[in-house]
């Protein structure tokens, strides 16, 4: 196997290396590069951010979590390859000179590879490019003046990216390129480890410490990252990243689309696939609810077998989905109809955490009463779970301050949730109840989001 | 003009470009061996064997140390000696290092080091401060005591009482570079450390005693630290004396540095409080008589804790004369990681306990809370009426937050925004906003008199050219650039002249950690003596070379004028050089004027005090307490300031990260005594969108300045409170929800935030 791809502008190949190797640990200890920092080595900081070029543009990622094979057929841009090799900065990094942006300088090469990306994009939504960017030193105010100074400069040609080159053979057995493929190659090995993004297995490698012998990298698999949005539903191949996923929904669910704003952060985004987020069964993945809600359909295939289920029915128990072995998911639907749909992600802090709760609310009301009601819950039990009682409690029923405070109380016999770092048992159930109150005054447009207050 | 320019911070190029060395960027030599720790898996008990066999067998372990295997004194503590490098017969707490591996690779010593088995006796353990107080487990024999007049018969007979206690919670230093460290043997037997370290004479210390050799074998560099904020004064020791023993153990480079997980879950934080409080006060708020009992969680080591709480007690008064107050400080040991320097040093929980009494006052009479404290604020030194005696005897002769309350109330157009939050706030029933203001006075000088002095050595070569190097250290604060300015102000030569090098033991010795906001004020004066003297030398000989009055020599613009003869500077080093002028030079300052007593509370523990104040505006919604600062307005007093760019970079990240302490930065263990939130996965600092949607920062032209480095104050710790703000102004919001006071602890988090609304709200 050998792994191909331009750093900085010239092409590399590296023949022989373990594909669990994260591109970090490649660049510092092999390549000397050490201007890409690591801070937490689990993709929550950004201080080992990189801009990666595929197809779809420039995207930044965070090297700690992404594995080398990864990288092949694409184009890396790292710290040291953003200013003219004569010597002249980029704007970026002479705004963030000139505005006071570094202060201890070890978040720095992460803050300008994520503007230096966000700035060739044309993106000028800072707060959101930057909320995967800590910075413990400035406070971030001069950070984001440095961002807004440039945001109309002219991306510097000499970061035009090479075109990628076409995609040669990684290796098929290790790198699918299509369903197909991946759907033999998985049959051979049905208990190899699937990675898509690796927000979530890579670590399973840098902080678990585990040996991933066994893998299939699923990044060449093109045919899993179609979307089709059609009069009736929406599809979305499992390997759609999720900042894919909200510039699709942005008009279809908005609501959903900008709870996946704060899903994570940029870098993460960016890497993270739809497929792996219901794939790995977490009970605070913030899709599942809200796809839930929607009544939304998981599609598996294993060889040639495709079935199509419920997604609430894939989730089985804590850790257990409804997957046999060698079987993958290949898309995701989700029906279009008319949006009641409203997502409700609370955490500790409002940008990339993890929900304490996610509630997401579907609910039908026509003249007056309650036809239909899909509600699900993230943060709330062993699995993304619906509030059955609660539907049941308000289905039939007038949509009345009655018929919520009858429905409020059901949640006790939906859920019994934990108490852990994130927030007690107790805050969870009441915030459930609240937000199924906030749902009915954000539809008679009386609910205010703290976040729109100005 | 060289000081008070706002130029970019020295190695801002490097940082953008990459180019910026941190200790895990050094290139190694290529027998370098890498280290872990293996840690405890228990909050307290006895080992009673460890099987390291499985640890041995990893691929790349060349060898493991335990405590037996330690050549001289297994210590690493700050100063008590009593902070094994590796455990000894006892574990403390849950993440003690117990083991050490020494491996090929950073990856192999981490997966080595989680293989080992060790056995227990668990011993019961202490994890919260009810039950260390009701064990009385403790430092020092007893309670601390400062007290000023009868405070007791002063409450019992005012007007109006009020009493209460809160929690105040630690905080997580993250730094965004974890601690690091290398060793290289030397020849002869030395060895030479880098070290991320607030405290380079520290490290230099304990790696001798570890490794039995005299300091002057052992040579510390450190060049910059990614963040230090406290968390690298004392936490750094481990890292390099483990360095040092395995280097001397194996004849090899030896590197350590700490995963992010394992560095949360085995260094210090910020020590958390209970306060308790009893005030008096009459119908105006005029305050007679404070009670408070500080209960301090200082872990299972003493490290810094005594004058961690010691602070604390200095800054119960804050920016207010009380006439008859008690404070009463509870040291207590648990079996939690070893609380340490933040930031602050215990000022902010000290502070956070009298501005909690002031909020509290206001809610109770009904006044608004500024009036309230502008009512009990130390009188100007103009009013000489008035006596101006902190608890602990030290006359206030320099407040200023008359004026500087005054300017900011105007500049942020609080009674205006104030009476339309009101307005706001009676047609929303779920969401309420508050504004809030708090003032900081911040006492500058290490209450241990003899760390307050500084050493800088400056070298001026033949070329003109100036090499400058001072006993503090660089970790993000500007420091550096700081101390050009000031070396350029003494011979008026352009700050590129200036060479800044690395902070090295081998060139200033007895250096005190860069703390305690000290830094410029201590080296920027031993950098001017020493820069003073060389130019005294170089104006006797020019002015003897060219037969005029050593008056009529002038360095001026990068040059030397000497009657009427102009040189440029570098002509003039060349030509002092010739005459075989001493063109290098030591200087040497320490602090005057102090003298404090810690055990009675008395005497002048500080040169100046530092003043600040802020107003910060917040939403918070009832439902679920999620909440979000709106604006923020900080005027903040950095006497002549040295480089008002990096000063107000330091106001400005000083206030988010006081605010982060007091709301979503939450820690958490179980009930074993396991952290929880040890990754940024689970322990949430502010994010960029969680800084001030307005956020205004200024400067305030005071007028009571200190004699200190061109009359500039220090900046590092003082802003660090003008996040109580933010707590306060929380507060405010949560009060909108009903007619109860909130009784908020901190931090409001979103769920404190909703317990507190519920409290206003049903009156409990």
């Known amino acids: 196997m050998t792994i191909t791809f331009h750093l900085n502008g010239d092409e590399v190949s590296v023949p022989d290396i373990a594909p669990t190797t994260t591109l970090l640990d490649w660049l510092r200890n092999t390549r000397g590069l050490n201007g890409t920092k690591e801070g937490c080595n689990e993709g929550d900081c950004g201080a080992c951010t990189v801009m990666v070029t595929d197809q779809d543009g420039p995207k930044a990622l965070n090297a700690c979590i992404l594995f080398m094979p990864q990288l092949h057929g694409k184009s890396l841009h790292t710290v040291e390859g953003v200013a003219n090799p004569d010597g002249t900065l980029h704007p970026v990094q002479k705004a963030m000179i000139d505005h006071h942006g570094s202060q201890c300088g070890f978040c720095t090469p992460g803050f300008i590879m994520s503007m230096v990306t966000a700035h060739t994009a044309g993106a000028t939504d800072h707060d959101d490019q930057l909320a995967g960017n800590l910075c413990r030193c400035t406070g971030y105010a001069p950070i984001i003046r440095a961002a807004q100074a440039v945001q109309t400069a002219p991306v510097p040609k000499w970061l035009v990216t090479k075109p990628t080159q076409p995609q040669d053979a990684l290796d098929n057995v290790m790198r699918p390129l299509s369903a197909n493929d991946l759907a033999y190659q998985y049959a051979q090995r049905p208990t190899a480890t699937l990675i898509a993004g690796a927000t979530d297995v890579g670590l399973w490698v840098t902080k678990q410490l585990r040996d991933l012998d066994d893998v299939i990298f699923l990044d060449g698999c093109d045919d899993l990252k179609e979307i089709s949005v059609t009069q009736d539903e929406v599809r979305f191949g499992a390997l759609v990243n999720m900042n894919r996923v909200r510039e699709t929904l942005t008009p279809i669910y908005p609501s959903y689309a900008d709870m996946i704003r704060r899903y994570a952060s940029q870098q993460v985004r960016n890497a993270a696939t739809i497929g792996g987020n219901i794939a790995n069964g977490s009970p605070i993945g913030d899709n599942p609810p809200a796809l839930i809600a929607l009544g939304a359909r998981v599609h598996l295939r294993k060889q040639n077998t495709r079935r199509a289920i419920l997604l609430e029915d894939f989730f089985i128990d804590y850790g257990k989905q409804d997957r046999s072995d060698g079987e993958f998911i290949e898309a995701i639907t989700l029906p279009r109809g008319q949006d009641a749909l409203r997502v409700y992600k609370v955490s500790k802090r409002f940008d990339q955490d993890i929900s304490a709760v996610l509630g997401a609310f579907n609910i039908v009301i026509d003249q007056g009463y309650v036809t239909a009601a899909c509600i699900a819950f993230g943060g709330m039990a062993a699995i993304p779970k619906r509030a059955k009682h609660v539907e049941t409690a308000l289905i039939g029923k007038a949509w009345t301050a009655d018929t919520i405070r009858q429905a409020q109380s059901a949640f006790d016999a939906d859920f019994s949730p934990l108490s852990d770092m994130r927030a007690s048992a107790l805050y969870r159930l009441e915030t459930a109840r609240a937000l199924l109150a906030r749902y009915a005054a954000d539809l008679s447009g009386d609910h205010i989001p703290v976040l729109e207050v100005q | ?764």
């Open chain 2, 1 to 764: 003009m060289s000081v008070a320019k706002p130029l970019p911070h020295d190695a801002a190029a490097l940082h953008v470009t990459g180019q910026a060395r941190y200790i895990d960027d050094i290139p190694l030599p290529a027998n370098t061996l890498h280290l872990a720790f293996g840690l405890s898996a228990i909050a307290k008990g006895e080992i009673t064997s460890i099987d390291l066999s499985d640890v041995h067998n990893c691929d790349g372990v060349i060898a493991v140390l335990t405590a037996h295997d330690l050549p001289f004194e297994n210590d690493v503590s700050a100063a008590a000696h009593d902070e094994p490098l590796l455990a000894t017969d006892q574990v403390h707490y849950n993440g003690q290092p117990v083991f050490l591996v020494i491996a090929t690779s950073h990856r192999a010593a981490r997966i080595a080091a989680r293989k080992g088995t060790i056995q227990y006796n668990k011993e019961p353990t202490l994890l919260t401060l009810d039950q260390a107080l009701a064990a009385n487990s403790r430092f020092e024999d007893g309670p601390r005591i400062y007290e000023k007049g009868d405070a007791s018969a002063a409450i019992d007979t005012a007007a109006h009482i009020i009493e209460d206690s809160f929690e105040i919670g630690g905080q997580e230093h993250f730094y965004l570079e974890g601690q690091a460290a290398l060793a290289l043997p030397q020849e002869d037997g030395g060895m030479l450390i880098n070290s991320s370290t607030q405290h380079p004479s520290e490290i230099q210390h304990k790696v001798a005693h570890a490794i039995g050799l005299p300091m002057h074998a052992v040579r510390v560099e450190t060049r910059r630290m990614g963040g230090g904020f406290g968390g690298k004064e004392s936490q750094g020791n481990a890292l390099a004396v483990a360095c040092a023993v395995a280097a001397r153990a194996t004849g090899r480079p030896c590197k350590m540095r700490y995963d992010r997980d394992d560095d949360m879950v085995i260094t210090g934080k910020r020590h958390a409080f209970r306060i308790s409080y009893r005030a008096g006060f009459d119908d105006t708020g005029c305050l007679s008589g404070v009670e408070f009992t500080h209960l301090v969680d200082c872990g299972w080591a003493q490290d810094l804790s005594l004058p961690v709480a010691d602070r604390a007690m200095l800054h119960s008064d804050n920016a207010y004369i009380i006439p008859n107050i008690r404070i009463e400080s509870h040291r207590l040991k648990t079996n939690l990681q070893s609380a340490t320097a933040y930031r602050g040093f215990g000022g902010p929980q000290g502070m956070l306990g009298i501005e909690r009494v002031m909020d509290h006052a206001a809610h109770h009479l009904g006044i608004d809370p500024i009036e309230l404290r502008k009512r009990n604020y130390y009188a100007s030194p103009r009013n000489k009426c008035r006596k101006n005696t902190t608890p602990y005897g030290m006359n206030v002769t320099d407040f200023e937050l008359h004026g500087l309350t005054d300017q900011l109330l105007q500049s942020s157009n609080y009674i205006t925004r104030k009476a339309e939050i009101a307005q706001w706030n009676t047609t929303h029933e779920t969401v309420k906003r508050g504004i809030a203001f708090s003032p900081v006075k911040f006492g500058i000088s290490f209450t241990l008199t003899h760390l307050n002095q500084a050493g800088a050595l400056v070298h001026v070569y033949q070329d003109g050219s100036i090499h400058l190097n001072h006993g503090g250290t660089e970790m993000g604060q500007g420091l550096f650039q700081k101390l050009a300015q000031v070396a350029a102000q003494c011979f008026d030569v352009d700050v590129t002249r200036i060479k800044i090098t690395a902070s090295d033991t081998d060139k200033v010795p007895n250096t005190s950690a860069t703390a305690a906001s000290s830094g410029s004020d201590l080296n920027g004066m031993a950098v001017k003596v020493a820069c003073d003297t060389i130019r005294t030398r170089m104006a006797a000989y020019l002015a003897e070379y060219f037969h005029c009055n050593e008056t009529a020599v002038k360095f001026l613009k990068d040059g030397v004028i000497i009657g009427d003869k102009t040189l440029s500077f570098s002509e003039a080093a060349m030509l002092c050089y010739t005459g075989r002028i001493s063109l290098s030079s030591t200087g040497f300052y320490k602090t005057p004027s102090l003298q404090w007593d810690r055990i009675k509370g008395a005497g002048r523990p500080f040169f100046y005090f530092a003043y600040g104040a802020a107003i910060t505006e917040v939403v918070v919604d009832a439902h679920t307490g999620e909440n979000r600062i709106l604006r923020a307005d900080l005027l903040h007093d950095a006497g002549a300031s040295l480089n008002p760019a990096l000063d107000i970079g330091q106001i400005e990240g000083a206030y988010v990260q006081g605010a982060g302490w007091l709301t979503t930065e939450e820690l958490v263990w179980n009930e074993n005594g396991n952290l929880r939130t040890h990754a940024p996965s689970t322990y949430k600092i502010p994010a960029c969108s969680d800084r001030p949607d307005i956020f205004n920062v200024a400067l305030y032209d005071g007028e009571y300045r200190p004699d200190t480095i061109y009359r500039s104050k220090a900046v590092g710790e003082p802003p660090f409170m003008l996040g109580i703000s933010a707590w306060l102004a929380l507060s405010h919001a949560v009060s909108a929800f009903g007619p109860a006071y909130p009784h908020l602890n901190a931090p409001a988090t979103p769920e404190e935030l909703w317990q507190a609304t519920k409290r206003v709200k049903h009156g409990i």
